[in-house]
């Protein structure tokens, strides 16, 4: 006999509704069924019907309880004995004259609010059951009217054990449900392994999720669930070494068996289940919390402490160990390079380990992911010096002052990255990764020591003998002339606004400009195609203060020794610029910080005002980076256009405006994160003036007050031009003054919006080439690309200058710079022969494009094969900003790039070429690409 099921009073009106459908002699009703004492109201139409319910366990209740009710009482009845057979006069007192049965189908439905309920869910008894244990109605609705077994199923774990509902019911999710939360009270009992539920529920989750999700239940239940999760991340990284290493597998037979003692050999005996494991670990990190996942890591850790073991899971991208080993390999290249020779070999293998660290998880956390930017910028600098030119050989070709030639272009194009990084990569020195960035810093930071000497040497030496003339350079006094003065002249269309920013270096200026970048602000053309492809170098006056160097820009002329420095007047000086008015611009409005930037460091309304006034150019000055100089050391303050306040509101006013922006510095300046003093004072960190009979000291070039500024009553200055000696202590970031490439050799880029052509075609009926944008230029090493075959930087070769003139009456000589004949021209080098890819000719001579026209072959040539071929040379993959800089086009247009290159070689609608954004990868299916060009031949 069916046992009675329990009805809650829900159940019982739903029960009554159904039976008093159609009219019967009597309202009184009998249900096999237990449930309490209580009362219940049914609306039918004869008017709002009062039923009692009353329990019957034999039949002397059945019969008490009708004799008990009033005449006019009607009773429900739930008879929980068999009563197929009642006595005549017991059948004449209820309707129907039997004992109803309630339909389990009935009941499952009304729990999910559904019409009925498949066959599968109700041969599974012990599935009913469960879920009529609980006789309250889901607080969620179902798809459908028919309750099915997975849905069935999904509900119980909701109930009984707080699984959600809704979702795909996958193993990754199982895993994660169960090593977030512990089972609930009561949980064993109900729906255990040992209960006949629990025994269908397994056989469930085996068939429709998968076998990890039986392991997993049964691990949950024993409180090993994290265990399960643990393992999925040792698994992940171990790959085909948990089947091959001895000790690996090992540290995992151990952690196996005390999941389940059957998994002690699983790596042998069951290697699908294992495979299926590791594959859980993607999944299974990104649903984890993050507190969870620390703690699933830790225990993860805990299985493989043994060293010997974590060096098996070194390519697993969660676990510490992985982390740690890679940084320690990565710490050994490190060193190396620091202390010897360095190779391509040396590259690679950083190169390897620093992908690694960055695709770690722990990349993504504060202090990890500030080692791995350190440690990212330390592999520069090797790529950097297995890439560096013989700037020796380079300065020999360039005549007597070669030096301040090579090493001020070479700045520009390389020194100033090196600068970037090399700040970057200070902080702590405690792990061994973090002192083996050190010692590869204080590599590059001897190798900048010699250059800034030789340049401050030869700088001193070029002003002294009268600054010859030079393709190569430019004094700062000719700044204006060259970026601002020659972008207007004859040029009616073109509008600029000239924005120096006090101080800022070219280390700064080269973060400044990737950050534009992104904002789709780059350096124009103009700015780029009238020297090469190169940025020119523009040199400050000495010393290098704010002072002297800006009066000089402003003014077009070199500040004499003694002269006023009141900055006051630089408006004066730019209004008046002779240059600017050569080139039919009057009277060009300045203004100073007042008039810049607001009491919050926001663009002022005037400023704003000035950008949109029909003034052709116009210039502001903006203080930002050279007031942050004098700020804490413990806060790095990045130079973009999120932290110099008014700078990114002013690109966007240029833009509104059709401007573009000429960004220039007055002077540069050193960090001063290893600075010292060199024991003596001076009239400022970096400078000191000297009377005539006064001698220049170790690390101090001299200049005298023919060539440089001094007050009245000095004869000279002494500067330093190491980056790490000062006069005195310092508590700045940054100090200028001196005589360093970073100190001298000072930015000036005209930039403009990537809609700067177009606005000004529009407005002005001008189409002109030279608005267009183009990245700024940045060496292949930044992208830690293979180097080229050093040789000789190809600098520019100005012509042969004059020999120094004799020494004046109580100037300095400078003994490494002796007066002496000019070198002979040096010997025409033979011409190189530029190695074609062969994926470039393939793809121009290929038969894939026949039928194209004329003009569309010229693209093919110029633009796609290029293109295409840049990617394959490269192994098929490029970062986004990577391919973006080689090609000539701002990270944003990438999408677009790729877009034109699958109209050409995405061949029968298969993805040959494709972008990702959410990993910001370009990628080429080389092997593809390769068949079909095989086919067309």
Same mark, same amino acid.
Request: with cysteine; glycine share 8%; net charge neutral.
């Given at each position: 006999?069916?046992?009675?099921?329990?009805?809650?009073?829900?159940?019982?009106?739903?029960?009554?509704?159904?039976?008093?459908?159609?009219?019967?002699?009597?309202?009184?009703?009998?249900?096999?069924?237990?449930?309490?004492?209580?009362?219940?109201?049914?609306?039918?139409?004869?008017?709002?019907?009062?039923?009692?319910?009353?329990?019957?366990?034999?039949?002397?209740?059945?019969?008490?309880?009708?004799?008990?009710?009033?005449?006019?009482?009607?009773?429900?009845?739930?008879?929980?004995?068999?009563?197929?057979?009642?006595?005549?006069?017991?059948?004449?007192?209820?309707?129907?004259?039997?004992?109803?049965?309630?339909?389990?189908?009935?009941?499952?439905?009304?729990?999910?609010?559904?019409?009925?309920?498949?066959?599968?869910?109700?041969?599974?008894?012990?599935?009913?059951?469960?879920?009529?244990?609980?006789?309250?109605?889901?607080?969620?609705?179902?798809?459908?009217?028919?309750?099915?077994?997975?849905?069935?199923?999904?509900?119980?774990?909701?109930?009984?054990?707080?699984?959600?509902?809704?979702?795909?019911?996958?193993?990754?999710?199982?895993?994660?449900?169960?090593?977030?939360?512990?089972?609930?009270?009561?949980?064993?009992?109900?729906?255990?392994?040992?209960?006949?539920?629990?025994?269908?529920?397994?056989?469930?989750?085996?068939?429709?999720?998968?076998?990890?999700?039986?392991?997993?239940?049964?691990?949950?239940?024993?409180?090993?669930?994290?265990?399960?999760?643990? @393992?999925?991340?040792?698994?992940?990284?171990?790959?085909?070494?948990?089947?091959?290493?001895?000790?690996?597998?090992?540290?995992?037979?151990?952690?196996?068996?005390?999941?389940?003692?059957?998994?002690?050999?699983?790596?042998?005996?069951?290697?699908?289940?294992?495979?299926?494991?590791?594959?859980?670990?993607?999944?299974?990190?990104?649903?984890?919390?993050?507190?969870?996942?620390?703690?699933?890591?830790?225990?993860?850790?805990?299985?493989?402490?043994?060293?010997?073991?974590?060096?098996?899971?070194?390519?697993?991208?969660?676990?510490?160990?992985?982390?740690?080993?890679?940084?320690?390999?990565?710490?050994?290249?490190?060193?190396?390079?620091?202390?010897?020779?360095?190779?391509?070999?040396?590259?690679?293998?950083?190169?390897?380990?620093?992908?690694?660290?960055?695709?770690?998880?722990?990349?993504?956390?504060?202090?990890?992911?500030?080692?791995?930017?350190?440690?990212?910028?330390?592999?520069?600098?090797?790529?950097?010096?297995?890439?560096?030119?013989? @700037?020796?050989?380079?300065?020999?070709?360039?005549?007597?002052?070669?030096?301040?030639?090579?090493?001020?272009?070479?700045?520009?194009?390389?020194?100033?990255?090196?600068?970037?990084?090399?700040?970057?990569?200070?902080?702590?020195?405690?792990?061994?990764?973090?002192?083996?960035?050190?010692?590869?810093?204080?590599?590059?930071?001897?190798?900048?020591?010699?250059?800034?000497?030789?340049?401050?040497?030869?700088?001193?030496?070029?002003?002294?003998?009268?600054?010859?003339?030079?393709?190569?350079?430019?004094?700062?006094?000719?700044?204006?002339?060259?970026?601002?003065?020659?972008?207007?002249?004859?040029?009616?269309?073109?509008?600029?606004?000239?924005?120096? @920013?006090?101080?800022?270096?070219?280390?700064?200026?080269?973060?400044?400009?990737?950050?534009?970048?992104?904002?789709?602000?780059?350096?124009?053309?103009?700015?780029?195609?009238?020297?090469?492809?190169?940025?020119?170098?523009?040199?400050?006056?000495?010393?290098?203060?704010?002072?002297?160097?800006?009066?000089?820009?402003?003014?077009?002329?070199?500040?004499?020794?003694?002269?006023?420095?009141?900055?006051?007047?630089?408006?004066?000086?730019?209004?008046?610029?002779?240059?600017?008015?050569?080139?039919?611009?009057?009277?060009?409005?300045?203004?100073?910080?007042?008039?810049?930037?607001?009491?919050?460091?926001?663009?002022?309304?005037?400023?704003?005002?000035?950008?949109?006034?029909?003034?052709?150019?116009?210039?502001?000055?903006?203080?930002?980076?050279?007031?942050?100089?004098?700020?804490?050391?413990?806060?790095?303050?990045?130079?973009?256009?999120?932290?110099?306040?008014?700078?990114?509101?002013?690109?966007?006013?240029?833009?509104?405006?059709?401007?573009?922006?000429?960004?220039?510095?007055?002077?540069?300046?050193?960090?001063?994160?290893?600075?010292?003093?060199?024991?003596?004072?001076?009239?400022?960190?970096?400078?000191?003036?000297?009377?005539?009979?006064?001698?220049?000291?170790?690390?101090?070039?001299?200049?005298?007050?023919?060539?440089?500024?001094?007050?009245?009553?000095?004869?000279?200055?002494?500067?330093?031009?190491?980056?790490?000696?000062?006069?005195?202590?310092?508590?700045?970031?940054?100090?200028?003054?001196?005589?360093? @490439?970073?100190?001298?050799?000072?930015?000036?880029?005209?930039?403009?919006?990537?809609?700067?052509?177009?606005?000004?075609?529009?407005?002005?009926?001008?189409?002109?080439?030279?608005?267009?944008?183009?990245?700024?230029?940045?060496?292949?090493?930044?992208?830690?690309?293979?180097?080229?075959?050093?040789?000789?930087?190809?600098?520019?070769?100005?012509?042969?200058?004059?020999?120094?003139?004799?020494?004046?009456?109580?100037?300095?000589?400078?003994?490494?710079?002796?007066?002496?004949?000019?070198?002979?021209?040096?010997?025409?080098?033979?011409?190189?022969?530029?190695?074609?890819?062969?994926?470039?000719?393939?793809?121009?001579?290929?038969?894939?494009?026949?039928?194209?026209?004329?003009?569309?072959?010229?693209?093919?040539?110029?633009?796609?094969?290029?293109?295409?071929?840049?990617?394959?040379?490269?192994?098929?993959?490029?970062?986004?900003?990577?391919?973006?800089?080689?090609?000539?086009?701002?990270?944003?247009?990438?999408?677009?790039?790729?877009?034109?290159?699958?109209?050409?070689?995405?061949?029968?609608?298969?993805?040959?070429?494709?972008?990702?954004?959410?990993?910001?990868?370009?990628?080429?299916?080389?092997?593809?690409?390769?068949?079909?060009?095989?086919?067309?031949?």
């Amino acid at each position: 006999m069916i046992e009675a099921p329990h009805l809650s009073m829900a159940d019982l009106h739903d029960e009554l509704a159904l039976i008093h459908r159609r009219k019967h002699r009597t309202y009184t009703t009998a249900l096999y069924a237990t449930g309490e004492q209580g009362e219940l109201t049914l609306k039918l139409d004869a008017g709002d019907i009062r039923f009692q319910a009353r329990p019957v366990r034999c039949e002397l209740d059945f019969r008490r309880a009708l004799a008990d009710a009033a005449g006019t009482e009607h009773l429900v009845l739930l008879v929980d004995y068999p009563a197929d057979r009642l006595p005549a006069d017991l059948q004449g007192r209820i309707a129907a004259g039997k004992v109803y049965p309630v339909d389990r189908s009935r009941r499952v439905a009304r729990l999910f609010g559904a019409s009925a309920v498949s066959p599968e869910v109700l041969s599974c008894r012990p599935l009913c059951d469960a879920l009529l244990a609980d006789p309250k109605p889901l607080s969620y609705g179902i798809a459908g009217s028919t309750v099915d077994l997975h849905t069935a199923w999904r509900a119980l774990l909701f109930r009984a054990a707080g699984f959600p509902h809704d979702g795909e019911l996958s193993e990754a999710r199982l895993v994660q449900q169960c090593a977030t939360n512990a089972p609930p009270p009561g949980f064993a009992a109900r729906i255990g392994a040992a209960t006949a539920v629990g025994k269908e529920l397994l056989g469930y989750l085996g068939r429709s999720v998968g076998p990890l999700a039986v392991l997993t239940w049964r691990a949950w239940e024993a409180g090993k669930a994290r265990t399960v999760a643990a @393992l999925a991340f040792v698994l992940d990284g171990g790959g085909e070494r948990v089947r091959t290493d001895a000790g690996l597998r090992g540290s995992l037979a151990l952690a196996l068996k005390g999941v389940d003692p059957v998994l002690a050999d699983a790596p042998k005996q069951d290697p699908a289940l294992i495979q299926r494991w590791a594959a859980l670990a993607g999944d299974l990190y990104l649903r984890l919390s993050d507190d969870v996942a620390r703690a699933v890591l830790a225990e993860a850790n805990e299985v493989v402490a043994d060293r010997e073991v974590a060096e098996a899971l070194a390519g697993s991208r969660y676990l510490r160990v992985a982390f740690e080993s890679t940084s320690q390999r990565l710490a050994r290249v490190l060193h190396a390079a620091a202390a010897g020779p360095i190779d391509a070999g040396q590259l690679d293998e950083a190169r390897e380990a620093l992908e690694r660290l960055g695709h770690h998880v722990l990349h993504k956390a504060q202090e990890s992911g500030e080692l791995v930017v350190r440690a990212r910028m330390a592999v520069r600098l090797i790529a950097y010096l297995l890439s560096r030119p013989d @700037l020796e050989k380079s300065a020999a070709l360039l005549g007597s002052y070669g030096h301040v030639f090579a090493l001020a272009e070479h700045y520009v194009a390389h020194g100033a990255y090196v600068d970037f990084a090399r700040a970057r990569a200070r902080g702590p020195v405690d792990s061994e990764l973090e002192k083996s960035i050190e010692a590869m810093l204080a590599r590059a930071d001897a190798l900048r020591e010699r250059d800034d000497e030789a340049f401050a040497r030869a700088y001193v030496a070029w002003l002294n003998s009268g600054s010859p003339k030079s393709p190569t350079v430019i004094p700062i006094s000719e700044g204006l002339d060259v970026f601002a003065a020659a972008f207007v002249k004859d040029q009616p269309h073109r509008r600029l606004l000239v924005a120096l @920013l006090d101080g800022m270096s070219w280390a700064n200026a080269v973060e400044l400009l990737q950050d534009c970048e992104l904002k789709q602000v780059a350096p124009l053309r103009w700015s780029l195609g009238r020297n090469g492809g190169r940025v020119m170098p523009m040199l400050a006056a000495l010393p290098s203060l704010t002072g002297v160097s800006r009066a000089a820009l402003f003014a077009g002329k070199r500040v004499k020794a003694g002269e006023s420095l009141d900055t006051s007047k630089d408006p004066e000086r730019f209004a008046t610029h002779a240059g600017l008015r050569r080139a039919g611009i009057d009277d060009a409005v300045l203004y100073l910080k007042d008039s810049v930037e607001t009491s919050s460091g926001d663009l002022h309304p005037k400023a704003i005002e000035l950008v949109r006034s029909p003034d052709r150019v116009v210039g502001l000055v903006i203080n930002a980076l050279d007031d942050q100089l004098g700020g804490a050391r413990q806060v790095r303050v990045p130079a973009d256009l999120g932290h110099i306040k008014p700078l990114g509101r002013l690109l966007v006013e240029a833009t509104e405006a059709n401007r573009a922006v000429l960004l220039i510095a007055d002077h540069g300046h050193v960090r001063t994160d290893r600075m010292t003093s060199v024991g003596r004072s001076g009239d400022g960190k970096r400078y000191r003036y000297l009377a005539d009979n006064e001698k220049s000291e170790e690390g101090e070039v001299v200049a005298t007050n023919e060539v440089a500024w001094v007050p009245r009553g000095k004869a000279k200055v002494a500067m330093l031009y190491r980056d790490c000696d000062a006069y005195g202590s310092t508590a700045a970031t940054g100090e200028h003054g001196g005589a360093s @490439l970073a100190e001298i050799v000072t930015p000036a880029i005209l930039v403009g919006s990537d809609q700067l052509r177009r606005r000004v075609e529009v407005a002005e009926g001008r189409d002109d080439s030279e608005l267009e944008v183009t990245p700024f230029p940045r060496p292949e090493w930044w992208d830690l690309a293979a180097p080229a075959p050093a040789r000789p930087q190809p600098a520019s070769r100005p012509k042969t200058p004059p020999p120094p003139p004799p020494p004046k009456k109580n100037q300095p000589l400078l003994p490494i710079f002796e007066a002496a004949p000019p070198p002979p021209p040096p010997p025409a080098e033979p011409a190189q022969t530029a190695v074609e890819s062969p994926w470039l000719t393939r793809l121009c001579a290929s038969k894939a494009f026949d039928g194209r026209t004329a003009a569309e072959r010229k693209r093919l040539r110029e633009v796609i094969a290029p293109r295409v071929a840049l990617l394959a040379d490269a192994g098929g993959a490029m970062p986004a900003d990577v391919f973006a800089h080689r090609v000539g086009v701002l990270p944003h247009a990438v999408g677009g790039v790729v877009s034109e290159l699958q109209e050409w070689i995405n061949f029968d609608a298969y993805l040959v070429v494709e972008h990702d954004p959410r990993s910001k990868r370009v990628t080429l299916n080389v092997p593809l690409l390769d068949e079909y060009l095989k086919e067309a031949g």
